[in-house]
């Protein structure tokens, strides 16, 4: 698999954080976890400042609900290698930050450990997947790129419903490095043996699903 060094796009392109009037208000840590999601948004947290996104349309829900089978399905059968939770708080760390990921796996012990199902997961996932929206892409490709990174995981995969495009990143020594980006083909990692994602066949059943003529 070919490695390139500069990610496109823009992927963490920036080097100074998005202006504030781009983030909701100030508050605690202990009034945002007081705070439930209003309707159609969606809550996350970055160092005192309240992030607000629209929760996804059709083809983003789709398409993560699609990603989650796939990823499922071969949590079950390969036990013991990940666990897969889809729009789940990982505290990147408590008290500072709460991003959640469209699809997250989790890789390393935490996954063996009992999981408190009232609790929250600490620390970043291994593999963060985020579904591109027109709403949220630029923080996507920015701050949460940048911050995955520096908090640890992995991986991280950017989907593009509406382009029918992939972008795969690995961890680089000082920044992700693009590891696979297509809108056909299959990706495969190390991370996960035995693992392919058929992407064609992906757009194919995101197409059924929709409804809507093939591209």
């Not at 070919?2 to 080097?15: I, K, Q, T």
């Not at 920015?142 to 690995?170: H, T, V």
């Not at 059943?205 to 409804?211: G, I």
Request: aromatic share 12%.
């Amino acid at each position: 698999m070919e490695y390139h060094n500069d990610p496109p796009d823009g992927l963490c392109a920036r080097e100074r954080e998005e202006p504030l009037a781009t983030y909701g208000q100030l508050l605690s840590w202990n009034e945002y976890l007081a705070r439930e999601d209003p309707p159609a948004y969606r809550l996350e947290f970055e160092e005192g400042r309240l992030l607000l996104s629209p929760t996804g349309r059709t083809a983003h829900d789709v398409l993560r609900d699609l990603l989650l089978v796939w990823l499922s399905r071969y949590e079950e059968e390969v036990p013991g290698r990940c666990w897969v939770i889809s729009e789940h708080s990982f505290f990147m760390p408590p008290g500072k930050r709460d991003y959640r990921p469209d699809l997250a796996l989790v890789l390393d012990e935490r996954k063996d450990r009992p999981i408190d199902p009232e609790g929250w997961m600490i620390g970043a996932p291994d593999i963060a997947v985020e579904i591109l929206s027109p709403s949220t892409e630029e923080i996507d490709r920015g701050l949460k790129a940048r911050r995955y990174f520096e908090q640890g995981s992995d991986e991280y995969w950017l989907l593009d419903p509406s382009r029918r495009d992939a972008c795969f990143y690995r961890r680089g020594e000082k920044g992700w490095l693009t590891a696979f980006t297509s809108c056909e083909g299959s990706y495969t990692t190390p991370l996960l043996p035995g693992f392919a994602l058929d992407l064609g066949r992906l757009w194919q059943r995101l197409d059924t699903k929709l409804r809507a003529l093939p591209r």
